[in-house]
């Protein structure tokens, strides 16, 4: 074999192992074995299918990727059981109108605006809302604000079927009430399942189920989580003191029409009655408010059963406890319902019970709030004898024994105290320091207006620091506070009033008995108002 014949075998050998070497490297690094042929990389802003099928497939069965495709079924499940259950319900009132100007803005029933039809002919009033079957035999759960006065009620279910129902009762306190219908013969009703209230948790999925918008949007499904609980001293229309406010808040998207629908948790039980929203510009902003299904199933059994409700009453007036009120007792936490007033023949006084003290304990059950104490004691027969237990100044804990008496039975009652005096020159400067307010005795005139007896007396707050004790408790929204008493010490004049104050320490919490108006009030509601003094 020649030199040349043999540097060209050389040559063949070498680009032959170089070829090799290649294709192991191309092996371990793992290059793309698509071309351009194949597959062109979008540039930006493509979606593309994943060269890799296996990825998706690790995705799916990922644990994190498991509990919401869990958690999704749960959505969809609960709304295809439950939607078939929630009605769209349409009320006409004749010869009704709303004063809009009633209504608290953000706080907006869920009706539409009334519709006049001339000048000379009757003024109907539409609304529309939702409910929910609650039995086979056709009767429903919804809001009182819904078919409240409605001369006429009729009810469309998911499969546009309508019939005609009949209000059987309502109750403005709780805002529930219950109608009926009768399905046609062959027709199953599906009733929701009833969970509860009580055992919900803050932070917990729910859906809302509705008509927002009247029925435009009908039958529809939103989420959220509950917010808070125990939500209450909400301004809505038709509140009044023995309303029982107990809302459950949700950020789940309620609007206009999805009054009386359900609220469900992710195992599709109704845990509430959508109710209300706050909402500055009239739709969704994220506070919605439900009544809790454990309240409103005491009051649609009493509606069933007697179509009104019954309610039983200690015979007080009482506002949630503050944490002045709860230093004042010596509570270790801020809980309880502060007695402000009793009206008259009350049991609670006859019992012993005394302004001032905080209830903190119904037949060995604690009491949080004011809305707890009502359904406590509310939905108990009129003639039960009950313990209850309150904090009293210093520590000290008594309980009695209460005799029950109808709520009807109870009526508000003014107490004022007599006398009249002149306001002493350095008066004015120790209730601007220790309380932080600028006050005047009460004139024979101004008593007079406010129709109280000639002997009235106390101190009228003028105005009140926006930095003293007294900021936020006095004067509140046009309110006139007339200070009556210091720790049950009767005050009719500056100088009286600074008297009493002087003779406690800076920092010490004294309980105010104050006459508190609001515009257009007829009578005064008698209030104990717990301040830090300076």
């Known amino acids: 074999m020649s030199v040349r014949s043999l540097n060209w075998l050389k040559f063949g050998g070498l680009v032959a192992f170089a070829f090799v070497i290649g294709l192991l490297f191309a092996s371990l690094l793992d290059v793309p074995t698509t071309s351009l042929a194949q597959e062109r990389k979008p540039v930006t802003g493509e979606v ?31 709304a295809e059981t439950v939607r078939p259950s929630v ?57 009182n604000h819904v078919v409240d006065g409605a001369d006429q009620v009729m009810v469309r279910m998911l499969d546009r079927r309508e019939y005609p129902a009949k209000v059987i009762g309502t109750d403005p306190t709780t805002d529930v009430a219950v109608i009926k219908i009768e399905a046609a013969r062959g027709t199953t009703l599906r009733p929701v399942q009833l969970g509860s209230s009580t055992r919900s948790r803050v932070g917990e999925w729910v859906l809302a189920v509705g008509n927002p918008l009247s029925e435009n949007l009908s039958f529809t499904v939103t989420s959220g989580i509950i917010s808070a609980k125990g939500r209450g001293q909400l301004p809505l229309p038709g509140w009044s003191e023995r309303s029982i406010q107990d809302f459950i808040q949700t950020d789940a998207a309620i609007n206009r029409g999805n009054s009386g629908g359900p609220l469900l948790n992710v195992r599709g039980e109704v845990i509430g009655i959508n109710s209300a929203i706050f909402s500055p510009t009239g739709v969704s902003a994220g506070y919605a408010f439900a009544i809790p299904i454990d309240l409103a199933r005491q009051v649609m059994d009493q509606l069933i059963s007697k179509g009104k409700v019954e309610r039983a009453a200690l015979g007080v007036t009482v506002t949630d406890a503050s944490p002045e009120d709860a230093e004042w007792a010596g509570l270790d936490g801020v809980y309880g319902a502060k007695i402000n007033d009793f009206p008259p023949n009350s049991p609670a006084r006859n019992a012993g019970l005394q302004q001032g003290d905080i209830v903190i304990g119904i037949e060995g059950q604690r009491v949080e709030y004011v809305a707890q104490l009502q359904q406590l004691v509310g939905f108990r027969r009129a003639g039960e004898s009950v313990k209850v237990e309150v904090a009293r100044k210093g520590g000290t804990r008594r309980t009695f024994d209460v005799r029950l008496i109808g709520q009807d039975a109870t009526a508000p009652e003014t107490q004022v105290a007599g006398g009249t005096a002149e306001p002493g020159n350095n008066a004015s400067s120790v209730l601007r320091d220790r309380l932080g307010i600028n006050g005047s005795a009460l004139s024979s005139e101004m008593a007079q207006q406010l129709r109280l007896p000639a002997t009235a007396k106390g101190v009228v707050v003028e105005s009140v620091d926006p930095y003293g004790p007294a900021d936020g408790l006095l004067i509140s929204g046009g309110l006139i506070n007339i200070i009556t008493a210091v720790e049950d010490k009767s005050v009719g004049t500056e100088a009286e009033l600074s008297t009493v104050l002087r003779s406690y320490p800076p920092g010490t919490v004294v309980s105010l008995n104050v006459l508190q108006y609001g515009r257009g009030d007829e009578r005064p509601t008698t209030r104990i108002v717990r301040i830090r003094l300076k």
């Open 48 to 78: 593309i299918q994943a060269s890799n099928p296996q990825s998706a497939e690790r995705v799916a069965n990922s644990s994190s990727a498991a509990s919401l495709i869990t958690l999704s079924d749960a959505f969809a499940d609960v």
């Open 87 to 143: 009605v769209y319900i349409r009320a006409r009132r004749t010869e009704r109108v709303i004063d809009q100007r009633r209504v608290p803005q953000g706080f907006e029933e869920f009706f539409g605006v009334p519709r006049n039809r001339g000048r000379n002919e009757p003024q109907v009033e539409t609304g529309s809302g939702s409910g929910f079957v609650v039995s086979k035999d056709g009767y429903i759960l919804t809001n």
